[in-house]
């Protein structure tokens, strides 16, 4: 498999990760929290918010892995996103007011972050600058 196609795929992964996640935590939130003996979110519509904006952002992460050439703005975007993800995962988690089963999305997200940053690095090495 080529290098492009990896990355493609990469993408398109995390298109589906994003989805799925986006849709199961929205779904099962409750029974999670109920579950870990999480206290209930008092504001559930930004919950709903945010996954609804991780869905979406899934859906440019989609639009990446359909063609790299392009949207490498989308993959910068994702780089923040991702990484904030984690960094208020992290924070909430050390803080105490989440359980440790929620830094998994996080580090997932980390860890697509670098995949992200690596992607970007290696493709403005293949690419010759414009002059």
Known sequence: MNNSMMWKYTFQLKAAINWVES?????????I????GQEPLTNPEYSHLFLVLVFIIGIGYW????DIERHHDIVKLGIYAQSSVF???AYHTLVGK??????IP???????AILFSLFLYSYARTKPALE
């Open 23 to 31: 849709v199961f935590l929205l779904l099962s939130d409750r029974w």
């Open 33 to 36: 929290r109920e579950l870990l």
């Open 63 to 66: 639009w990446v892995g359909k």
């Open 87 to 89: 960094v208020v995962l």
């Open 98 to 103: 989440l359980h440790p089963l929620y830094l």
């Open 106 to 112: 996080g580090v997932i997200d980390l860890v697509f």
